[in-house]
């Protein structure tokens, strides 16, 4: 069973950075994609950045030239490095793996970790 726990969010005034953290239970190269998605109350999920086991990467609009997805392979743990906050970024964060098997997209995702940005 796949495993994803995330860590490192929290509060943080406008401006300010946070990195989060998303570990995996085995290799992430069995993944054929992970990312970090968010949810805003109200609001539905949305991706924010993504990474293919390829190495390429792809970031929502709203946090081009802000937000950074990266992977460590050694330690199967995938990084969202979060720089200029803006309270607009104010969501739950959950990290994504997918996986297909036989033509079939399976999905997990982590418990999600708090992302509040105020002064």
């Known amino acids: 069973q796949v495993q994803l726990v995330e860590s490192g969010g929290g509060l943080v005034q406008p401006g300010g950075s946070l990195r989060l953290s998303c570990a995996a239970s085995?290799?992430?190269?069995?993944?054929?994609?992970m990312g970090w998605y968010r949810q805003a109350p109200g609001k539905q999920r949305e991706l924010v950045a993504a990474?293919?086991?390829?190495?390429?990467?792809d970031y929502a609009d709203s946090v081009k030239g802000r937000f950074t997805i990266s992977r460590d392979n050694a330690k199967n743990t995938v990084y969202l490095q979060m720089n200029s906050l803006k309270p607009e970024d104010t969501a739950v964060y959950y990290c994504?793996?997918?996986?297909?098997?036989?033509?079939?997209?399976?999905?997990?995702w982590g418990q999600g970790t708090q992302v509040t940005v105020s002064s």
């Open positions: 994504n793996a997918d996986i297909w098997r036989v033509g079939i997209r399976y999905d997990y």
């Open positions: 990474i293919t086991r390829g190495g390429t990467t």
């Open positions: 085995g290799s992430i190269f069995q993944f054929n994609a």
